[in-house]
């Protein structure tokens, strides 16, 4: 079902068109709102009670399972994707001689930990080039082999929104034996996403874009499998068994709090991030992802009619995901493009050699005509 649009929920002057959702979502009154409570909150510690230090973080847990179809058990409160990806890196078992297989021009944060372990032990990070037709999900299956250990992936590319079927790329995986690790920064709020079907070992998201969040808060989705043994990158008080008895803190534990805490990360009880990012999860989820998905895809196509006389042109829609454009020119895009389309206030990204345009339901009609009237006088 699409929905009317929700311009009223933000804080958007009528003359802004920011359609840039997947560089950094702007912030609703609701999540601003609630993060400024948060934050007042220390102005008073002495009304923040040891159960405040819990409470929060759990709920906020249980918001984001609720999107993934997880438990709340599951789910480590980080501070960024590379956080999470960080932790799979190092948790998942590679050994030498082995391979990790990324995508050309996959998102930094889900390379670099994955260069580092192979370092460590002697194995390789295997690039899939990007494909020439036919989709990223073929490409990435045919490059698996008997050497994978791990496929580390995104939902969607976060150049161009091209998609990845992670349901069929994850039942490879079990079937051979294959770790799965995710990154769903770019899609995670606007696409479905079941952890249930796709099974993955770890999965990752950032809540400053589709989730709506603010800024350094993210969460790690943790396996069964490795919620009794998994090792964390950093060991604190919290995540500790027993940790609400602050009185016997220095009684030591090994043991940890139950299911994915054991990956927190310290002071994940940010009395103004917690709030602030539940706030999100919770409007998304009024929603329904299905619902934002189909209002966002609207738009999207009506973009792509408009900006095809221009000479613009996006990936197959049966390769892209709905909620994202890279639009590419065949003579190249002027270098100044990006200042040239912030003075007529309209906002977008270049990554790569596209255009990213990622609107939300935020856009309005008029947001896409001034889209329009800027890309024909700085491309025409």
Not at 100 to 125: C, H, K, L, M, T
Not at 142 to 151: H, K, L
Not at 208 to 229: C, V
Not at 236 to 250: G, M, P, Q, S, T
């Amino acid at each position: 079902m699409k929905l009317a649009n929700q311009r009223q929920l933000w804080d958007i002057p009528d003359d802004v068109a920011y359609l840039n959702c997947a560089y950094m979502s702007p912030l609703m009154k609701r999540v601003r709102d609630a993060g400024f409570e948060g934050l007042a909150r220390k102005a008073h510690p002495w009304e923040i009670t040891p159960a405040d230090f819990f409470s929060g973080s759990d709920t906020l847990r249980a918001a984001f399972a609720e999107l993934i179809n997880a438990g709340a058990d599951d789910i480590a409160i980080v501070p960024a994707a590379s956080y999470g990806v960080s932790t799979a890196a190092r948790n998942l078992p590679l050994a030498h001689g082995q391979n990790v297989i990324v995508v050309e021009d996959q998102f930094p944060s889900n390379v670099y930990p994955w260069r580092e372990r192979a370092r460590e032990v002697g194995a390789r990070v295997h690039t899939v080039a990007r494909p020439s037709s036919g989709g990223w999900t073929n490409a990435v299956l045919e490059a698996v082999d008997g050497g994978t250990a791990i496929v580390a992936l995104p939902q969607c590319h976060w150049t161009d929104g091209g998609l990845f079927d992670l349901e069929r790329i994850g039942e490879l995986c079990r079937g051979n034996g294959i770790a799965l690790s995710l990154d769903v920064t770019q899609s995670l709020g606007v696409l479905p996403l079941d952890v249930q079907r796709i099974q993955p070992d770890f999965l990752s998201c950032a809540a400053y874009k589709w989730l709506l969040g603010p800024y350094s808060i993210g969460f790690l989705y943790a396996a069964e499998r490795w919620q009794h043994k998994g090792t964390p990158i950093e060991h604190n008080w919290i995540h500790r068994k027993n940790a609400e008895d602050f009185a016997r803190l220095v009684d030591y534990q090994d043991a940890f709090e139950p299911g994915a805490r054991r990956f927190d990360v310290g002071e994940r009880s940010n009395f103004a991030l917690v709030p602030a990012a539940e706030a999100g999860l919770r409007q998304i989820l009024e929603w329904g992802v299905d619902n934002v998905r189909e209002t966002i895809e609207a738009m999207a196509d009506t973009i792509i009619e408009r900006v095809g006389p221009l000479g613009l042109t996006a990936l197959p829609k049966s390769e892209r995901a709905p909620h994202y454009l890279g639009l590419q020119l065949e003579s190249g895009l002027p270098p100044d493009l990006l200042p040239l389309l912030a003075q007529r206030k309209v906002f977008v990204s270049v990554r790569g050699s596209s255009i990213r345009i990622t609107p939300h339901l935020y856009n309005t009609g008029a947001d896409i005509d001034r889209l329009v009237e800027a890309l024909q006088a700085v491309l025409g």
